[in-house]
């Protein structure tokens, strides 16, 4: 895409930076594009942290908003604007972002692995974040937890012992796999942004999830997955992130800690 | 895309039909790559129609599998095939055959249109296809209907009360916003994938809650919608693919009519 052709939208629009609108309070889907641009050293900012920040999310998704002439409206955050560019949905602004930040591989050097990264990233969102958001609300998500306890019970108990063991075994399986390139990273022999999805949804599922992932840690069968947590963990700039106060505190989001909810210790 | 340099995989072997891993016997997520193809005017295989295909889709979803040299293994079907190239995860399939089948804006035309597409399909498949199908299923994917009957019935009424009217009023919009550009096609003055995606959505929520449909079509709020879906109908190679056997019967997939969970009449 670096080199496109002059489109009619300027590209002097995109030398500004990044603009990331979530809700403030928790990491969320928002911390998704948060380590994208972590690693990838960009300069931005994000509603989570500026005084009044939420009413640019609320403003953004006014159920009467019709966008404007260059953007539909958009349903939820996390949402990027870039310049006059307005895009949300998590893995699309993963994918938005990734060649910028170098978070994929290039063009050049593997004409279809961004469909790979995208894929990945995919997968890791429907089975270890969005499906751990509908274990503490299988019924409906304008129903506080306290109004659905019994499912959320009855679905936590399927998601630890069928589920997340499916999900983490899958993607084990993708590090040993020949297109890993090695097993450090999940395709092509470096880090990618797939790699930086996994990571957080398996930091969440610990916080959420403590007993069942220590068990599954005990197993011996998803070592490849553990090592893999550390060695995003270790990178420069995500521990600078991490140890920084940008990062914030899991809480009523995506991944809740309901004791409850988790097997026995 | 098209333009792009010479790489380690051979264009040539991209010469070939476009094969469709999917289950047979449901048009289930499938049915969206199903669309694309044939409103694209490819050529390509579909194991739903093999005598024998649901081998080809166990052997790449088996739980061993560790993929290829290029290709990650894939967790679930539908499963696109192309050459050597091998990917899955509906919105994934459907970015990479939408500039190859003109199916979202040429890059010289709206360098950004693809990202839109993107998003509005992944939110048409968020809230019109994953939540309806957990609406029969709140609980586990791996257990029978009858086991969550009560749970699907509070997550129905929830959904078709709060959630489907939300997620239709947001489509409308989308097509009276100005990116629309004329309220025909959600972006661009064009048909892109993303209507095809709204439309299949559009088309099983009818199968699946007919009262709960009509009762929105009455409300006139939706106009747009239906004069939408009236309007996908009528492409020429989609009347003629849904006039033909290859458009396969709603049944135990995504979409199922089960009266108990529908709105009364």
Redesign the interface.
């Known amino acids: ?1 670096a ?3 002059p ?3 300027q590209k002097s629009s995109k030398d500004v930076p990044y603009e990331l609108l979530y809700w403030p309070g928790i990491p969320g889907r928002g911390e998704h594009i948060r380590l994208a641009l972590e690693e990838g050293g960009a300069t931005y900012t994000d509603t989570a942290v500026i005084q009044g920040g939420i009413n640019s999310v609320l403003a953004q998704i006014d ?13 939820a955050p996390p949402i990027l604007k870039h310049g006059d ?1 307005v ?3 998590t ?2 602004i993963l ?2 972002l990734g060649p910028k930040l170098s978070l994929v591989p290039s ?6 692995g961004i ?2 990264v ?3 990233a ?2 890791a969102l429907d ?1 270890l974040s ?1 499906e751990p958001h ?1 274990c503490h609300h ?3 998500s ?2 506080y937890y306290e109004d659905q306890k019994v ?1 959320a019970k ?2 936590s108990e ?1 998601y630890t012992k ?1 589920r997340l063991p ?2 983490l ?2 993607f084990e ?2 590090l ?5 390139k090695g097993g450090e990273w ?2 092509g022999g470096r880090l990618t942004y797939a790699d930086l999805v996994l990571w957080q949804c398996v930091d969440g599922l610990k916080w959420m999830f403590p007993n069942a992932m220590a068990k599954l840690e005990k197993s011996g069968e998803y070592d490849g997955i553990w090592a893999h947590y550390e060695r995003v963990k270790g990178r420069e700039r995500i521990k600078a992130y991490l140890g920084s106060e940008r990062r914030q505190k899991y809480g009523m989001g995506i991944y809740r800690h309901y004791p409850e909810l988790d097997e026995e210790a």
Chains 1, 2 share one sequence.
Do not use: W
């Not at 009467?64 to 002439?69: A, I």
């Not at 063009?107 to 279809?112: K, L």
């Not at 040993?176 to 890993?180: I, L």
């Open positions: 895409m080199s496109a052709p489109t009619k939208r159920p009467k908003s019709l966008g404007d002439e260059h953007n539909p409206p958009t349903c560019l895009i949300n949905q893995p699309n994918l938005y063009i050049e050097e593997d004409e279809d469909y790979h995208n894929q990945l995919l997968t089975g969005n509908d299988p019924i409906a304008g129903l499912e009855r679905k399927d069928n499916k999900f075994g899958f399986r993708v040993k796999g020949e297109a890993s999940l395709y």
